[in-house]
């Protein structure tokens, strides 16, 4: 039997001890068939997806995309991506084809067979929730504006103390910009924070683990924890990331002897966000044709600390490109690239 799994993506706020009503955030959809009513087109239908979960990772490389459907039909896998939510996804030509919200962590990276044709986790009842944003730069389009922007806080953990004090906070930006620090907060999921002026401003969902408690400085102006390798993330790992981990961006800078380096979750199936020409790939093997399989490749060479799956052109072949830096470093794409990165770390 065709299992899903509606979950809610945050939690309710009560405001103060007034009597007004509990306000409820948005529920994610994960796993169930579309129902939507309007007639919205998908954003593109990338092939060669045999799992939810790489379908995931491209609605993650795409900034448009908001939700996704995945199934086999005809005995064919497909992946659709939308630029709406997941209930606003128009109803689909079988029940095969289930959608997710982009925020549904714990996507099976299960291939579909006859008898499981959404490509289902099997032999288990999952729980599906909705990632953590934990030290990436925002990337949301809507025009949320900030609810408060305390002054005189130095770090990122500070701020989050800012964030904890307020009951309608449900995430804060962090930075340096022109010499000078700034918390702001906002009562928006992290991932529904607008972009910023500033690439140095990155963005915490107020449940985040392990915030940084470092100083920004020039040459790490998002205060991110030094003396680490490990990169930032955009989910909790353990359930994690995008279901299956993943990620998004962070950095490291001099230790300023001030802080305890704290240790950051792989980023695993996220668009790259690393400066440009910041590296090059040691390696570009022929003739991978999934995401497992670039993995492989990677785990075989001794020097390669993340790989990158995707495709150069919008509907060209798939690439797979072996990195000896974290993730977190890996260039972003350009233009008509879809591209997710990985950490060697990460399970796929």
Known sequence: ?????????????????????????AR????????GSDNQA?????TGIATAAACQAQCDANTSCMSFVFGMLNNADQCMLFSVAAASVPKQASTNLVVYDKACTSVPAVIPTASNP??????????????????????????QTPLSQPTGITTAAAC???????????????????????????????????TQTSTNLVAYDKACPAVPSVVPTTSNPQGFATGSTSSGSTGNTGNTGS?????????????????PAHKRANTCGAAPTGPSNNASPISTPANINNVA????????????????????????????????????????????????????????
């Open 293 to 348: 399989a670039c993995k492989a490749q990677c785990s075989a060479d001794s020097s390669c600390k993340s790989f990158e799956f995707g495709t150069m052109t919008q509907g060209g072949a798939q690439v797979c490109k072996l990195f000896a830096v974290a993730a977190a470093s890996v260039p972003a794409p350009t233009e008509g690239q879809s591209l997710v990165i990985y950490d060697v770390g990460c399970p796929v």
């Open 1 to 25: 039997m065709q299992s899903f799994t509606t979950i809610i993506a945050a939690s309710a706020l009560i405001a103060g001890a007034s009597a007004n009503p509990i306000k409820l955030a």
């Open 243 to 259: 279901t299956g981990p993943t990620g998004s961006s962070s950095s490291t800078g001099p230790n300023n002897g001030a802080a």
């Open 28 to 35: 994610a959809t994960c796993g169930s068939a579309p129902a």
């Open 42 to 46: 998908p954003l593109s239908q990338p």
């Open 118 to 143: 959404t490509g289902a986790n099997n032999g288990a009842n999952h729980m599906l929730t909705v990632r953590d944003t934990c030290g990436a730069v925002p990337a949301g389009s809507g025009s």
């Open 160 to 194: 989050l103390a800012q964030c904890d004090a307020n009951s309608a906070c449900l995430s804060f930006v962090f930075g340096m910009v022109n010499n000078a620090d700034e918390c702001m907060l906002y009562s928006v999921a992290a991932s529904a924070i607008p």
